[in-house]
């Protein structure tokens, strides 16, 4: 688990929930990861799109459809075996309380991924969240998430998310910067590789472009 909700300059981070088919995808990709101490940070990608004031793509039907389309494609692209569960989008809030109490070990967040994205589970109702427990080795697993400390941990990943400019699930930070996507896996292992290309100057002239007045007719 993180420690607190105060960033460490440099320390990598692995920022994800369990309701984001592109999130288990990324970690299906484990091996390809740069070999640095990232932390494993379960959050609540709502609170995050509240903070920042973005809809959730399944609020857009079009936009809904689309990214399930996208997960299955980049999923058979990959050569990862996906299901998606028998309801999108569903509570992932006990799935992730799981994960802190387990302390967002590697291999229980992998097999909570698995149990929604590889077996088509829904983890949020009684029965299934059940089945989540004993799978992952975890009987007493809803005792453990209603205690205040597992509650306060998750709220406090977030906190740590937004301090650090996090906006949206899948997202590594690497060097200080963040790479949002399963797609952006390429780039972050360039920049992991060649840290002084954020550096480049066309990178920092577009870095820090000005927006054009919210007031501007575009039509």
């Not at 091996?31 to 709502?46: G, R």
């Not at 569903?90 to 097999?111: E, H, N, Q, T």
């Not at 089945?131 to 990943?157: F, H, Y």
């Not at 910067?177 to 390429?186: H, I, M, N, V």
């Amino acid at each position: 688990m993180s420690a607190s909700n105060t960033p460490r300059h440099g320390q990598p981070y692995f920022f994800f929930d369990f309701i984001s088919p592109f999130s288990y995808l990324l970690l299906e990709q484990h091996d390809k990861w740069p070999a640095m101490p990232f932390e494993v940070t379960p959050v609540e990608l709502y609170k995050l799109l509240d903070r920042w004031g973005q809809p959730h793509a399944a609020t857009i039907p079009s936009k809904r459809v689309f990214t399930y389309r996208h997960a299955l494609f980049r999923a058979e692209q990959l050569g990862i075996p996906f299901r998606m569960p028998p309801k999108h989008p569903f509570d992932p809030s006990k799935p992730l309380r799981l994960a802190v109490a387990a302390g967002s070990d590697i291999a229980c967040v992998r097999d909570i991924f698995r149990f929604i994205w590889r077996d088509g589970r829904d983890p949020s109702t009684p029965e299934g969240f059940r089945d989540l427990c004993q799978q992952v080795g975890m009987p007493d697993g809803e005792t453990l998430i209603e205690q205040e400390d597992i509650k306060a941990k998750l709220r406090a990943n977030n906190d740590l998310a937004v301090s650090l400019g996090v906006f949206g699930v899948p997202t590594f930070v690497v060097n200080d910067q963040l790479f949002w996507g399963e797609d952006t896996l390429p780039m972050m292992l360039y920049v992991a590789r060649s840290p002084n290309w954020l550096d480049g100057m066309e990178v920092r002239r577009i870095s820090s472009l000005p927006m054009a007045p919210t007031d501007t007719d575009f039509g």
